[in-house]
C-alpha cells in the first residue's frame, strides 16, 4: 500500500494517508526524493481529522470521459473574478444533476467512499473550474449550502491545498492533491479549518515546486442537517 503525505507547516513530522495503488508518477517521485532523513512519515494518524486524500481515485480514461460532458458546458462561461464572497478568483462553475451512464458510475463511486449509508445527499453536483493564474482565498463553506462532508475529484492539474485552523491559525496543515485524486474533508477538516487552493507561484510542496494549470474540481456533498429532514 503506497501513502499520501499532508505536511503540517508548524511541525517538522509528516503524516501518511493510505491511498489507492497504482503506478508511481513523476510527481510523487518529485515529492519523495525531497523528503530527509528528519522528515519520516507518521503512521499513528492524519493531522487533521477528516481530511484524507486517495490517489489515482479515477483512470485516464475516467477524467476524459467527464472531461468530453463537462467542457462543452464550462466553454460557453466566462471565467468570473467576483465571488459573492470573495473566495474564488478566476473560475466559472455550474451544477449538473444528469449525467451520462460512465460518469454517473464514477460519481456513484465517489459517493459510496466519502458519505454514509443512507446519508442524505445533494443531487447537484458542483463543478468548478479554476482558471491556471485562478486561486481559492481560506474560507470555510456555509453550512447553508453543504453538510459535513465534501468530496471532491481533481480534473486536469495536481494542486496543493492549505488547511488553517480558525481557533489557532499558526495551526497549518497542506494537502497534497495529485491530478485524478478524490480529496475528502470531513467534521473537523469541513468545519473547524479554513481551506484554500494555493495559486500557482506558491504552489509548493515540501520545497517542492507543484505546477498550477487549470483544474476542474468536481464535488459531491451532502445535505445539512437544516435540510435533511
Same mark, same amino acid.
Given at each position: 500500500?503506497?501513502?499520501?503525505?499532508?505536511?503540517?507547516?508548524?511541525?517538522?513530522?509528516?503524516?501518511?494517508?493510505?491511498?489507492?495503488?497504482?503506478?508511481?508518477?513523476?510527481?510523487?517521485?518529485?515529492?519523495?526524493?525531497?523528503?530527509?532523513?528528519?522528515?519520516?512519515?507518521?503512521?499513528?494518524?492524519?493531522?487533521?481529522?477528516?481530511?484524507? %486524500?486517495?490517489?489515482?481515485?479515477?483512470?485516464?480514461?475516467?477524467?476524459?470521459?467527464?472531461?468530453?460532458?463537462?467542457?462543452? #458546458?464550462?466553454?460557453?462561461?466566462?471565467?468570473?473574478?467576483?465571488?459573492?464572497?470573495?473566495?474564488?478568483?478566476?473560475?466559472?462553475?455550474?451544477? @449538473?444533476?444528469?449525467?451520462?451512464?460512465?460518469?454517473?458510475? #464514477?460519481?456513484?463511486?465517489?459517493?459510496? %467512499?466519502?458519505?454514509?449509508?443512507?446519508?442524505?445527499?445533494?443531487?447537484?453536483?458542483? #463543478?468548478?473550474?479554476?482558471?491556471?493564474?485562478?486561486?481559492?482565498?481560506?474560507? %470555510?463553506?456555509?453550512?447553508?449550502?453543504?453538510?459535513?462532508?465534501?468530496?471532491?475529484?481533481?480534473?486536469?492539474?495536481?494542486? %496543493?491545498?492549505?488547511?488553517?485552523?480558525?481557533?489557532?491559525?499558526?495551526?497549518?496543515?497542506?494537502?497534497?492533491?495529485? @491530478?485524478?485524486?478524490?480529496?475528502?474533508?470531513?467534521?473537523?477538516?469541513?468545519?473547524?479549518?479554513?481551506?484554500?487552493?494555493?495559486?500557482?507561484?506558491?504552489?509548493?510542496?515540501?520545497? #517542492?515546486?507543484?505546477?498550477?494549470?487549470? @483544474?476542474?474540481?468536481?464535488?459531491? @456533498?451532502?445535505?445539512?442537517?437544516?435540510?435533511?429532514?
Amino acid at each position: 500500500m503506497r501513502f499520501w503525505f499532508l505536511r503540517c507547516l508548524n511541525t517538522p513530522c509528516f503524516t501518511a494517508l493510505p491511498c489507492m495503488l497504482g503506478e508511481a508518477t513523476a510527481l510523487a517521485a518529485r515529492v519523495a526524493r525531497s523528503f530527509t532523513s528528519t522528515q519520516t512519515a507518521n503512521r499513528r494518524g492524519i493531522a487533521v481529522g477528516g481530511a484524507e %486524500v486517495q490517489e489515482d481515485f479515477i483512470s485516464e480514461e475516467e477524467e476524459r470521459t467527464l472531461l468530453e460532458e463537462l467542457e462543452p #458546458v464550462l466553454k460557453r462561461k466566462h471565467y468570473e473574478y467576483d465571488h459573492w464572497d470573495d473566495a474564488i478568483h478566476g473560475y466559472r462553475e455550474t451544477e @449538473r444533476s444528469q449525467w451520462n451512464e460512465k460518469n454517473s458510475r #464514477v460519481l456513484q463511486r465517489v459517493r459510496d %467512499v466519502a458519505f454514509p449509508l443512507g446519508a442524505k445527499q445533494l443531487h447537484l453536483v458542483h #463543478v468548478l473550474d479554476l482558471h491556471r493564474k485562478g486561486y481559492i482565498k481560506a474560507h %470555510v463553506d456555509s453550512v447553508k449550502f453543504c453538510g459535513s462532508t465534501i468530496a471532491g475529484i481533481c480534473l486536469l492539474s495536481s494542486s %496543493v491545498m492549505r488547511l488553517i485552523s480558525e481557533k489557532n491559525p499558526t495551526d497549518v496543515v497542506d494537502l497534497l492533491l495529485p @491530478r485524478r485524486c478524490l480529496y475528502i474533508l470531513r467534521d473537523e477538516a469541513r468545519y473547524n479549518y479554513t481551506h484554500e487552493i494555493l495559486k500557482d507561484e506558491e504552489s509548493y510542496f515540501n520545497d #517542492v515546486k507543484i505546477n498550477r494549470d487549470r @483544474r476542474i474540481s468536481v464535488i459531491c @456533498r451532502n445535505l445539512s442537517e437544516d435540510h435533511a429532514e
